[in-house]
């Protein structure tokens, strides 16, 4: 049997020694462990199936990363384009087409079946716009590492696409020709721009997914057009007062943009008169000659033909008029479209109103000056205060002078 320690330090120095006994038993416990699911030596069934299956996979990365990442694109595309591409939405395109060949007289009446379509064809008008903007973020975050200053320079969705498009991965925008695409001082802009980006080429597997993101954009905006020419086919019949008032390309952008009729109904003039602007970027050029304001009503004939100080004038007058006629539309009573050619009309008379010169001022002769003498107040209390202010006999006395008589002076007195 050990002896007991004796002492303070031998105690200490006896659980020093038990504490390393217990160290080394759980260090052996835990070899034991792992040696008995294969983690030791040259690897057993767990840990050598894990060392194989990471560099198959190292290689299999290396080998098909490229269709992986376009196939990655794709399905992220399709996740986003619900619309387009539907059988949904090809089948209505043929019916559409069909009836596009069907011509309609102004005024003429369209029945239940074609008036179904337009309403059809205005919701899938504003869900493809939606997609439209959706796919137009899902470019702009692909594009980004190749020239991330675009997004800020070109913000409509569509001229984005069709220069990202037309540049793919060149480096040198002085050899593409964006004239067709952008205004000439925008593209001025963009190709100095491009000269000092921080952006890098994109491989080829990410430009592949960017040219089929671009290629699908342009499709859904092909279908969307095709159908805003059908509504504004049939616009006439379905807002006929509208129509005469702006024109049925106008009217039915309009309303394809409220939303359908009725909303377009329950907007107010000052709402109406700003649909369709769009958010433009000068890149620090002058703004005097720009429009922020300038929505679809702009387009218009009537607005169109006013000189330039009337636009603005114009189209308040015009939103005003539109809000009435829309309303007429709705009501279901609306006519051939008298209301609309009535008010547009009164607009034309106001317009031409505003351009007469002012009437010429006529020089009138001054009047004839009163020479008759003015009245002056008069009274007890006039009297009284001229009394008061009035110089006494006692200084008038003191002040005569008499000639060649020498004063008497004082001095120092």
Excluded: W
């Amino acid at each position: 049997m050990e002896a007991p320690p004796t002492s303070l330090t031998d105690q200490y120095l006896a659980d020093l020694d038990d504490l390393e006994g217990s160290d080394n038993e759980s260090v052996s416990s835990q070899e034991a462990d792992v040696s008995e699911f294969g983690g030791g030596g040259n690897g057993g069934e767990l840990g050598g199936g894990l060392i194989d299956d990471e560099g198959e996979d190292m290689e299999f990365d290396e080998g098909g990363a490229g269709e992986d990442d376009e196939q990655t694109g794709q399905g992220e595309i399709s996740l986003i384009v619900k619309l387009a591409g539907s059988q949904k939405l090809k089948e209505h395109m043929q019916k559409v087409t069909s009836l596009l060949d069907v011509k309609l007289s102004a005024g003429e009446p369209i029945n239940k079946r074609e008036y179904d379509m337009v309403v059809r064809s205005n919701a899938m008008i504003t869900e493809l716009e939606g997609e439209i903007v959706a796919l137009h973020k899902y470019l702009r975050d692909l594009y980004a590492p190749k020239f991330p200053e675009l997004e800020s320079l070109v913000l409509a969705p569509l001229d984005y696409t069709r220069v990202v498009q037309r540049i793919g991965n060149e480096t040198d925008l002085t050899a593409v020709e964006l004239g067709d695409l952008l205004p000439n001082a925008q593209v001025m802009v963009v190709t100095v721009t491009a000269t000092t980006t921080v952006g890098k080429p994109l491989p080829d597997d990410a430009m592949n997914v960017v040219k089929s993101t671009c290629t699908m954009i342009l499709e859904v905006d092909e279908y969307r057009l095709k159908l805003l020419e059908f509504v504004e086919s049939r616009v006439m019949a379905v807002a006929p007062n509208l129509s005469a008032l702006v024109g049925g390309s106008v009217a039915a952008k309009l309303i394809v943009t409220a939303g359908g009729l009725d909303a377009l109904a329950s907007m107010p003039a000052c709402n109406l008169q700003v649909i369709g602007k769009k958010r433009k970027t000068l890149a620090g050029l002058s703004t005097a000659s720009t429009n922020v304001h300038a929505g679809f009503l702009f387009s218009c004939p009537i607005v169109v033909a006013a000189p330039p100080s009337l636009k603005n004038k114009a189209v308040k007058l015009l939103a005003n008029k539109c809000t009435l006629a829309v309303r007429v539309d709705q009501s279901k009573d609306a006519g051939a479209g008298g209301m609309g050619a009535k008010f547009a009309e009164d607009i034309r008379a106001k317009i031409e109103k505003l351009l007469e010169p002012p009437p010429i001022k006529k020089a009138k002769a001054l009047p004839r000056p009163d020479e008759k003498p003015k009245n002056k107040r008069g009274g007890k209390r006039v009297r009284k205060m001229k009394e008061r202010y009035a110089m006494t006999e006692m200084r008038k006395q003191s002040n005569r002078m008499g000639f060649n008589v020498a004063e008497d002076e004082a001095f120092g007195g």
